[in-house]
C-alpha cells in the first residue's frame, strides 16, 4: 500500500461525497436499475444517446450505496461520454478496476461493477439483445 493507494481512495472518497453526474437526465434514450443485494446498492443509469443513436451524450446515476459502487457509477458516468455504445459493451471489470485505481477484493468486485453491468443491460434491452427488469451482480 504505497502513496498510490491512497491518492486512490482520496478519489473514491471524493467521488462518494461530491458523485459527478447525479440524478435523472430528463430525456435519456435508455434508463436501466440494478442492485447488488449482497451490499444493497442500488442504481439507476441513465444514458442519453446522440442523434447518431451510437455516441453516448450524456449520462446520469442515481441510487444508494457503498462508496465503492457510488464512486464507480461516478467515475463511469464522466468516462463514458464520447464513447459508443459498442466501446461500453466491450468494457468488463479489469476496466472498472483500472479506472478505481486500488484492488478491490473479491467481495467487493460486484459493488465495483454495478453501474457497468446496468449500463450494458440497458443498452442491450434498448438494443433489443435482453429482455430484463432488472439487473442483479446475483444473477
Not at 435508455?30 to 447488488?36: P, Q
Not at 446520469?60 to 459493451?89: H, P, R, T, Y
Request: aromatic content about 4%; glycine content about 8%; proline content about 3%.
Amino acid at each position: 500500500m504505497g502513496l498510490g493507494s491512497d491518492m486512490y481512495r482520496q478519489q473514491i472518497l471524493d467521488h462518494y461525497k461530491n458523485p459527478r453526474n447525479y440524478g435523472e437526465l430528463e430525456d435519456p434514450t435508455f434508463t436501466h436499475i440494478g442492485e447488488n443485494p449482497m451490499c444493497g446498492d442500488e442504481i439507476r443509469m441513465d444514458v442519453k444517446l446522440a442523434e447518431d443513436d451510437e455516441t453516448i451524450e450524456r449520462v446520469a446515476f442515481s441510487g444508494d450505496g457503498c462508496a465503492i459502487s457510488q464512486a464507480s457509477a461516478s467515475m463511469l458516468s464522466s468516462e463514458l461520454v464520447g464513447k459508443n455504445v459498442d466501446e461500453l459493451l466491450e468494457m468488463d471489470r479489469d476496466d472498472v478496476v483500472d479506472m478505481l485505481g486500488v484492488d478491490i477484493s473479491p467481495m467487493r468486485i460486484k459493488c465495483a461493477v454495478l453501474a457497468e453491468k446496468v449500463a450494458q443491460d440497458g443498452a442491450e434491452i434498448y438494443r433489443g439483445e435482453l429482455d430484463k427488469e432488472k439487473t442483479s451482480t446475483e444473477d
